[in-house]
């Protein structure tokens, strides 16, 4: 199933001839380094840049037989580099390869992910200063509470997706390591020097210490990351979901020419893309679980959490990157109603302004206690019998020995609504350039 959600670079990253390619990388960067060393005649390192290779339908061979694929991936590589091989693998176990070519395919899934975030960045600026002053009402517990803007909503989007590029940067310094030190971690058969300069070559920096494996709490830190992504991008469907609701109908998914909504009632326009963002980010936040019982291994290492990797890291970056491009895509072709958030301002007839009658009666020096009671008192009425707030606080006695008919009428105005946006605004985008 995950092929129908893999775009294309993203699914290219985490192919077996990419995970071999790296594998290839490290050996070389380390066969590199013990010539530096002395260790490997610089004409033999020649010869083995000039031939190695390896096939993978050889190394499928070689695996069924010895049931191990580093050794399947280096005897296949030893076909194609011949008598030269002897010098491939020196000093190193499996997971000096393993390790150091995961940290390289996960910086380069960070930066597929880095990249592909910014049409998704740059479309939420977009659309929040285009709606910036289009009033709609606020929603509390589903409820309908006081105006806000629909660019505010927007803007509020933006600096979460702001936050989760930062989470990206900090997840791909916390992957950019690497281990070449052997079966247990101690360097017996090799020299630091080895690793220094192999993981230089490489792009990625050495592990403090480590034991047979790099610790899994970066491996977990870096799906920690795509799950509050994911989280961030399902809360963004959640909500346009909501707001196609028939009975909001303030924002739809676009509907294109030949798309069906139901077998069985044509009438139907349903938010599919959003509900199937929703789903994806379900099985992205259950991998992170995974990754992080992978933390504990026994002793200095047991694989274990192999076979799960397998599975859940490029998992994770496809079906992350997948809902990025859909989110962004949505958002760029979304039809928005402001038409309908107006008519859904007037739903409750003057009822979300009910805070700001409680103010004004406060500011006449009554008690708050009072002041709730007179309008909550009006409210409830209001929302029982279907009746106009505004009307019920002009027609109420106590209140307007309190309030002018001028006082009660200006604080059904929209407007002080508006006055501070461009402050939350500016706030927002004023280091930018």
Same mark, same amino acid.
């Given at each position: ?195 220094l300069y192999a993981l230089k070559k490489l792009g990625l920096k050495p592990s403090a210490v480590s034991t047979q494996v ?6 977990? /830190?870096?799906? =920690?990351? !795509? *799950?509050?992504?994911?989280? @961030?991008?399902?809360?963004? %469907?959640? #909500?346009?979901?909501? $707001? ?30 959003? /509900?199937?963002? =929703?789903? !994806? *980010?379900?099985?992205?936040? @259950?991998?992170?679980?995974? %990754?992080? #019982?992978?933390?504990? $291994? ?52 003057? $009822? ?49 020995e309190i309030l002018t008919k001028e006082e009660v009428n200006s604080c059904f105005s929209l407007q002080p609504y508006l ?15």
């Amino acid at each position: 199933m995950i092929e129908r959600y893999t775009r294309a670079e993203m699914g290219a990253i985490w192919t077996e001839e990419n995970k071999y390619q790296k594998w290839l990388d490290v050996e070389l960067a380390v066969c590199e380094a013990w010539t530096k060393a002395g260790e490997i005649p610089s004409q033999a390192l020649k010869r083995i840049k000039d031939k190695a290779g390896f096939s993978i339908k050889r190394i499928e061979e070689i695996e069924k037989v010895v049931k191990h694929d580093v050794i399947a991936f280096l005897t296949s590589v030893a076909e194609k580099v011949g008598e030269d091989s002897r010098f491939i693998h020196l000093g190193l176990t499996s997971y000096d390869v393993v390790d150091t070519a995961l940290s390289l395919l996960i910086k380069e899934a960070l930066g597929k992910i880095q990249k592909d975030i910014t049409p998704l960045k740059d479309t939420l600026k977009d659309e929040a200063l285009r709606y910036k002053k289009t009033a709609m009402i606020g929603r509390t517990h589903g409820v309908h509470a006081e105006p806000i803007t629909f660019g505010v909503k927007l803007l509020v989007w933006y600096e979460e997706i702001k936050r989760q590029l930062l989470r990206l940067e900090n997840a791909l310094e916390v992957i950019s390591y690497g281990r070449i030190s052997g079966s247990v971690g101690t360097y017996i058969h090799l020299d630091p020097k080895i690793e220094l300069y192999a993981l230089k070559k490489l792009g990625l920096k050495p592990s403090a210490v480590s034991t047979q494996v790099l610790q899994r709490d970066r491996h977990a /830190e870096v799906l =920690s990351v !795509l *799950a509050l992504l994911a989280s @961030s991008l399902d809360k963004f %469907a959640v #909500e346009i979901r909501h $707001l196609q609701r028939t009975e909001v109908l303030e924002v739809e998914e676009a509907f294109t020419k030949g798309q069906k909504g139901s077998s069985s009632m044509p009438h139907k326009m349903n938010p599919v893309r959003t /509900e199937r963002i =929703s789903g !994806l *980010a379900r099985i992205v936040r @259950s991998n992170l679980q995974a %990754a992080l #019982e992978n933390i504990s $291994l026994w002793h200095e290492r047991d694989i274990s959490h192999s076979s799960a990797e397998r599975i859940i890291i490029p998992d994770s970056f496809i079906l992350t990157d997948f809902i990025l491009a859909e989110t962004a895509d949505i958002i760029k072709n979304w039809k928005v109603n402001a038409g309908r958030m107006k008519e859904n301002i007037d739903l409750t007839r003057g $009822l979300i302004f009910s805070q700001s009658v409680l103010l004004a009666l406060t500011k006449k020096g009554i008690s708050r206690e009072q002041a709730f009671r007179l309008v909550q008192r009006n409210s409830l009425k209001a929302w029982k019998e279907r009746l106009d707030f505004k009307d019920l606080m002009q027609s109420d006695k106590e209140i307007r020995e309190i309030l002018t008919k001028e006082e009660v009428n200006s604080c059904f105005s929209l407007q002080p609504y508006l006055e501070k946006i461009d402050y939350i605004f500016d706030r927002v985008l004023r280091d930018e350039s």
